[in-house]
Nanobody, 125 residues
Framework: QVQLVESGGGLVQAGGSLRLSCVTS????????MGWFRQAPGKEREFVAA????????YYADSVKGRFTISRDNAKNTVYLQMNSLKPEDTAVYYC??????????????????WGQGTQVTVSS
């Protein structure tokens, strides 16, 4: 099985930055498309960003375009989410996800086969 572990969350002032990391282990990593989702309490899990297996293609939710950057380092089995210009509405638990198939729509949570435990991001006013 594939295990994903997120880290890097925390409390930050509005306008600040955080970098989330997701380390993947257990099976081949480089062939997976990877995504980041977020979820506030009682809310549906929301797409944030995704990246192709090579890192050459990225996708972003409109709400984070220009502020967040997704990247990956296949040699380190790690995906990153650099978050700049953070806003209070970015507050959520952020989840890393892995798509083994590579053919579904990256916007949909159901596309992904594996999920991390989440890391809390809180942005204060």
């Amino acid at each position: 099985q594939v295990q994903l572990v997120e880290s890097g969350g925390g409390l930050v002032q509005a306008g600040g930055s955080l970098r989330l990391s997701c380390v993947t282990s257990g099976r081949t990593f480089s062939s997976y498309r990877m995504g980041w989702f977020r979820q506030a309490p009682g809310k549906e899990r929301e797409f944030v960003a995704a990246i192709s297996w090579s890192g050459s293609i990225t996708y972003y939710a409109d709400s984070v375009k220009g502020r967040f950057t997704i990247s990956r380092d296949n040699a380190k089995n790690t995906v990153y989410l650099q978050m700049n210009s953070l806003k209070p509405e970015d507050t959520a638990v952020y989840y890393c996800a892995a798509d083994e198939g590579g053919r579904g729509t990256v916007l949909y949570a159901r596309t992904y086969n594996y999920w991390g435990q989440g890391t809390q991001v809180t942005v204060s006013s």
